[in-house]
């Protein structure tokens, strides 16, 4: 079956610097995969998306790309602000399931 | 439009206990689905639906049904309540019934506890 692998954290970054979340996938066929961000007690939202390989999504200054050779979807942002507190979601979808990893919790302070 | 809504937002059962959690979407969304979150497993599919009449499993069926008589609401029924049913559960939908590209919209969640 699918399956999304990502860190569960926390993890703990300085207003201002560098985040990387990594996620891995494993999934027949060719799935579209999102980032969703969940603040606290809240639902989940997305983020962004791409729906192909080399497919750039990008959004609030996040951006991620599919990369089909390395079956990755990695997070990035260039400097992350204290309002980025939350838990961020790797997700893959195959037609009609949705299948999420485990959630990463980002902490960031001033 | 409001969404997806849920309710309750929280809700404490005994052990036994049968309650079903309300789901709504006001926009003629064709695709439901139900998750649970727990620490350390992230979001699992519960049921889904492609629409009214067409219901099926997810990864964590087991306890759970569901019923799609309209376009708008998809209820998820615990029949016997276990405390391994304590969860966040969110409610989602998402626009087509083939899924693919689709983005899915998310309601607050329902914070359940069953002692």
């Known amino acids: 079956g699918n399956s999304v692998t990502q860190m569960e954290g926390p993890v703990t970054l300085s207003e201002e610097a560098f985040l990387t979340i990594n996620c891995t996938y494993t999934a027949t066929g060719y799935p579209s995969l999102f980032w969703y961000v969940q603040y606290p007690g809240e639902g989940l939202q997305l983020l962004l998306k791409a729906t192909k390989a080399d497919d750039k999504g990008s959004n609030k200054g996040f951006e991620a790309t599919y990369r089909k050779e390395t079956t990755s979807f990695h997070l990035e942002k260039g400097s992350v602000q204290v309002s980025d507190s939350a838990v961020y979601f790797c997700?893959?979808?195959?037609?009609?399931?949705?299948?999420f990893g485990i959630g990463t919790k980002l902490q960031v302070i001033p | 439009n409001a969404g997806v809504t849920q309710t309750p937002k929280f809700q404490v059962l005994k052990t036994g206990q049968s309650m079903t959690l309300q789901c709504a979407q006001d926009m003629n969304h064709e695709y439901m689905s139900w998750y649970r979150q727990d620490p350390g497993m992230g979001l699992r599919l519960i049921h889904y639906s492609v629409g009214a009449g067409i219901t099926d499993q997810g990864e964590v069926p087991n306890g759970y049904n569901v019923s799609r008589s309209t376009t708008e609401d998809f209820p998820l029924r615990l029949l016997s309540a276990a405390p391994s049913q304590t969860s966040v559960y969110f409610c989602a939908s998402s626009y087509s019934r083939q899924g693919g590209t689709d983005t899915q919209y998310f309601g607050p969640g329902t914070r359940l506890t069953v002692l």
């Open positions: 997700a893959l979808r195959s037609y009609q399931k949705v299948t």
